[in-house]
């Protein structure tokens, strides 16, 4: 293990390692005024969601590292103590990205990237028009985190209204992932896209208590081919199969018992991969 002190890094270099393992990051493409009514368009991914009740989400425009000055962001909300905070999505991205450039004072962002500015209907900065979603918020806080460049200033928002364009609903109008498409930030110049191979599901343990992983057998604890993800799937069932005869009729579990216990466990990871829990612990079991 590489191991650092944040104190003797530089903090060009600290950044990068930060950024590079807190990934992926959400981006809030946040909607600010000034005091004259000038907008302004920038992305952050120090951001999230942080209460549903309350609904509340925070980002940081934090100090610049190179020179310690504030962005306009910071210095908008201020003087105006509102945000619309607008989700970023594959479609938008390099527009969005094009909105970060740190064009001087009073130009607006908007213009710049190409993107629509839409009429909010509570506060006075602008919608996205292209985000999938986006909400309009007050400024409860903005807590400075410090004084010196890196240093970042929570902007805590609660949303005093949600908007979410209707393609992004599925039939029961939930939200549906794959139609949101958003990306997340990474270390460097790389992002990241929720979409596609991209995604996979872990079911939710709160719904039933697993038996844990001090409960599974050492034997399969300490196999030579089950990994750590591996161990925790099976660790999520509730109770172990008992129905275990229902398996010996398959080709590949015949073939498995025939050459010992790696096969039967590369059996099992297979059967893990394709979402088929009980049937894993069966062949274990058998």
Not at 69 to 77: A, D, F, L, R, S
Not at 86 to 96: A, C, E, L, P, S
Not at 178 to 185: F, S, W
Request: proline letters at 7%; hydrophobic letters at 35%.
């Amino acid at each position: 293990m590489l191991t650092i002190d944040p104190k003797n890094i530089p903090l060009p270099k600290l950044h990068a390692y930060l950024q590079g393992v807190v990934a992926p990051r959400p981006i809030a493409l946040a909607s600010t005024v000034d005091r004259e009514g000038n907008v302004n368009l920038s992305p952050f991914s120090f951001f999230n969601v942080f209460s549903s009740n309350p609904p509340i989400l925070v980002f940081s425009p934090s100090r610049r590292g190179r020179d310690n000055t504030t962005k306009h962001t910071y210095e908008n909300v201020l003087e105006v103590s509102e945000v619309v905070i607008n989700i970023v999505n594959y479609d938008i991205v390099q527009q969005v990205s094009l909105s970060s450039t740190e064009y001087p004072k009073g130009v607006n962002e908007f213009v710049k990237s190409g993107l629509t500015p839409e009429s909010s209907i509570i506060v006075k900065p602008p919608r996205v028009k292209e985000s999938p979603a986006a909400f309009e918020c007050k400024v409860n806080d903005v807590i400075k985190l410090g004084n010196e460049g890196g240093a970042g200033n929570l902007v805590v928002c609660e949303v005093l209204l949600a908007h979410f364009r209707e393609d992004i609903l599925d039939a029961e109008g939930r939200v549906d992932t794959e139609k949101v498409d958003t990306v997340g930030r990474m270390g460097g110049d790389y992002y990241c896209r929720a979409h596609g191979d991209a995604l996979f599901t872990v079911p939710k343990p709160n719904a039933k208590i697993g038996i844990g992983y001090d409960q599974i057998p050492e034997k399969i604890r300490n196999s030579k081919v089950l990994t750590g993800n591996d161990l925790g799937q099976l660790g999520n069932i509730e109770k172990l199969p008992v129905d275990l005869d229902q398996l010996k009729g398959r080709p590949e579990v015949k073939e498995a018992l025939l050459r010992g216990e790696e096969q039967i466990h590369r059996l099992a990871q297979m059967y893990l991969q394709q979402g088929h829990l009980e049937d894993a612990w069966r062949v274990l079991l058998l």
